[in-house]
């Protein structure tokens, strides 16, 4: 705001007592001088500067006499902001000597001061500007300084890099002037070439290459220099100094001037018999076993793809050795002694089929022997009995006389077209015959086997996958007493809707989920189901509802919380625990430890029933049928047939002889698979209390159970 009353207040008055005036002031200044400050300041910001500036040159001109020194300090504190343009020099002492007086209505007679103060102001500014000056200078100067020195140590590095990796190099390397003189060579191409360091230094290099090379590396290295190439490399055969011939891989580079001349040539060389000859050793260890320096499995495949080719033998057998229980060897006496023993195996091969075949270590206890066109099969499996003879002779290691036996698989085929893999296949599978059928004994390939082998692998394979889709489920087989006929007892038999294969009962299917790991889903699954639905019965029915009888697993039996997962499944489901009946294998007690038969007795005292299941006349455990707390036997198979009429009379001696001892025990006895009404009558005679089988009703499903029990 400006006073018009016709009276000068003091300056320091005014900007106390009317800041708007100055800021008023500091906004044209401002707007004249924004366009030429170089730096990025914002107009907020310039202006709040340039207030400031403003209170300093009042004090400077108010004071008497006025304060050049203040006019000097606005001056720096301008470069100070970047206000470092001719330009906005020239702006602002015009503007200030203008528009200051009239603006803060200041004395007339103040323009003398202030015309110092501004005089200050551009002395102070000069100054400030000048120091400006010489400190970028210096610090460009510095810089300067710095990066040379950066340079210089940068080349030292990368010389002394360099010059490492050529004395070092076990390549052989040679700098050659564009004059063919040799300018420098490290130490392995003196090695290579056998020269002596003042000898190669006075020959010129092209006196190096055989003569027969000479024309070509000539026109090289003139492409080099006109820049048609960037490097050359290739083969090329030297000179060494008593004129020996060494086949050498060289690559060349031309190094040129800052000018872009030509300087000299940088050629590296490397020795290629050397080279050969470690690539020949290494296809040689890649391609044989270090151990018994037979071919390996790479190798063998390689045989095998050859012989199935067009240029192929018409026929050939395979005969694949695989030893048995090989790990008893090493778990008994180590590795080191297992590897001699394999090395003894290998030789026994060498001695049988040497000149006949060619034999490959293929696996870590395995060899393979391939024979092109055999004059027969017989004869080569001959050999392989031959072979599996010698076998049996023992190592004797530290009086230790140890002998291994095999199992071998043998496969005949004609060859031209054959699949080489397939072949592999075909004798693995071979071998797993010979040693399912009792090891240390070969087997011949059987295509009608091997067929059937593989549709039961198709359908282990798919039971994962039909339980997901929900294509099996439980049936239950009526258990009859055999005094009035009535309902005792169901036995769950779990079935599988295969959506091509129609219903499979579990003897078609679940000796196959031992392989796969499949046997204690299934298991579970059958159990839970069962549970289920007898739990439904027993609250539909109560007291009439009939006991479930079902197989426990011997894999189940292993399962540790066995006790827990039965008290938990018949608490979910309701159903009492007496009327739960599981059927163990006769074979269950032998394979079982003494936990898991404390295990079975612990559920025993809980209410759950165990039958020994399937007696046959089978060896079964004494010591842990005395563990076990059987609630009963059940008899099966050629027991319950041996009682039909017109069967053989040993049979027939041999059921009744074992039921009679079994009534000794004073447990109820049952049957499976009766299938007549003579095998009933005389299972009555014997003391059986129930049965089921064919002559009793087939399994049917729970809906079924249930009417049949509505119906009593």
């Not at 103060?117 to 970028?136: E, F, I, M, N």
């Not at 045989?303 to 694949?320: F, K």
């Not at 049952?670 to 209390?689: F, K, N, P, Y």
Request: aromatic fraction near 6%; glycine fraction near 8%; include cysteine.
């Amino acid at each position: 705001m400006v006073d018009h009353s016709g009276t000068t207040p003091e300056p320091r008055a005014t900007l106390d007592e009317f800041p708007l005036v100055r800021e008023d002031f500091a906004h044209r200044w401002t707007s004249l001088i924004s366009s030429t400050v170089m730096s990025n300041v914002p107009r907020a910001e310039l202006e709040q500067v340039l207030a400031s500036l403003t209170t300093q040159v009042l004090r400077a001109v108010s004071a008497d006499p006025p304060v050049a020194e203040l006019g000097r300090r606005i001056g720096r504190e301008m470069v100070e902001h970047d206000f470092i343009s001719s330009e906005t020099l020239e702006r602002s002492i015009a503007f200030i000597g203008e528009s200051l007086i009239p603006h803060f209505h200041l004395p007339p007679t103040w323009t003398g001061r202030l015309v110092r103060v501004l005089g200050s102001l551009a002395a102070g500014y000069s100054d400030a500007l000048r120091d400006r000056t010489l400190d970028q200078q210096e610090l460009s100067k510095t810089a300067a300084v710095i990066a040379t020195r950066r340079a210089e140590e940068a080349r030292h590095d990368s010389e002394t890099k360099f010059r490492a990796v050529f004395n070092s190099s076990a390549i052989g390397i040679a700098v050659i002037g564009v004059d063919d003189r040799m300018l420098d060579f490290n130490e392995a191409l003196l090695a290579l070439l056998h020269y002596d360091e003042d000898a190669l230094r006075s020959v010129r290099a092209s006196s190096l290459l055989h003569p027969d090379e000479r024309d070509a590396m000539t026109v090289a290295m003139e492409r080099l220099a006109a820049g048609e190439l960037e490097h050359f490399r290739g083969e090329r055969r030297l000179l060494r100094e008593d004129g020996e011939v060494v086949e050498t891989l060289l690559a060349l580079s031309l190094v040129r001037t800052p000018a872009g001349e030509p300087a000299y040539f940088v050629s590296m060389i490397e020795n290629m018999n050397e080279l050969r000859a470690l690539q020949s050793q290494l296809v040689r260890q890649s391609l044989h076993d270090v151990q018994t320096g037979l071919a390996n499995r790479q190798q063998y495949l390689g045989w095998l793809e050859n012989a199935a080719g067009t240029q192929g033998p018409t026929n050939l057998v395979l005969a694949h050795f695989d030893i048995d229980g090989f790990r008893v060897v090493n778990d008994a006496f180590g590795h080191d002694v297992g590897n001699r023993i394999l090395v003894d195996f290998a030789n026994h091969l060498r001695a049988v089929f040497d000149g006949v075949g060619r034999i490959a270590r293929i696996g870590p206890d395995e060899f393979g022997v391939l024979v092109r066109d055999p004059e027969d099969t017989p004869s080569v499996i001959a050999l392989v009995e031959e072979a599996l003879d010698l076998l049996t002779e023992p190592v004797y290691i530290d009086h230790h006389g140890i002998g291994v036996t095999a199992s071998v698989g043998v496969v005949a085929r004609r060859s031209r077209g054959a699949d080489a893999s397939e072949l592999l296949r075909c004798a693995d599978i071979t071998v797993g015959w010979a040693k399912a059928d009792g090891k240390a004994q070969w087997a011949l390939y059987d295509r009608e086997r091997d067929l059937r082998d593989r549709d039961r692998c198709v359908l282990a394979a798919s039971i994962p996958g039909g339980l997901e889709l929900g294509e099996f489920h439980v049936d239950y087989q009526p258990v009859r007493s055999l005094e009035d006929g009535s309902l005792v007892a169901v036995e769950a038999k779990l079935r599988w809707d295969h959506p091509e294969r129609g219903v499979l009962d579990p003897e078609q299917f679940l000796p196959l989920t031992a392989s796969t790991g499949m046997v204690l889903r299934l298991s579970r699954w059958a159990m839970a189901r069962a549970c289920e639905d007898a739990g439904a019965w027993f609250a539909e029915f109560g007291a009439a509802a009939p006991v479930l009888s079902m197989d426990l697993i011997s894999r189940h039996c292993q399962e540790p919380e066995l006790v827990a997962e039965i008290g938990q499944l018949l608490q979910r489901t309701g159903l009492p625990p007496h009327l739960l009946r599981f059927e163990l294998h006769e074979s269950l007690p032998a394979i079982i430890t003494e936990d898991q038969a404390d295990e079975l007795d612990i559920l025993a005292e809980r209410g759950v029933r165990l039958v020994l299941d399937q007696l046959a006349g089978g060896i079964v455990s004494r010591e842990r049928v005395r563990q076990i707390p059987l609630h009963g036997l059940k008899f099966a198979g050629a027991i319950v047939h041996g009682l039909a009429e017109g069967a053989n009379l040993i049979d027939e001696s041999a059921a009744v002889a074992l039921m009679k001892w079994a009534a000794v025990l004073r447990v109820p006895l049952m049957a499976d698979d009766v299938r007549t009404e003579t095998e009933a009558t005389r299972l009555t005679e014997l003391g059986i209390s129930c049965a089921q089988g064919p002559f009793f009703g087939a399994p049917v499903s729970a809906d079924d159970i249930r009417a049949l029990l509505g119906e009593r």
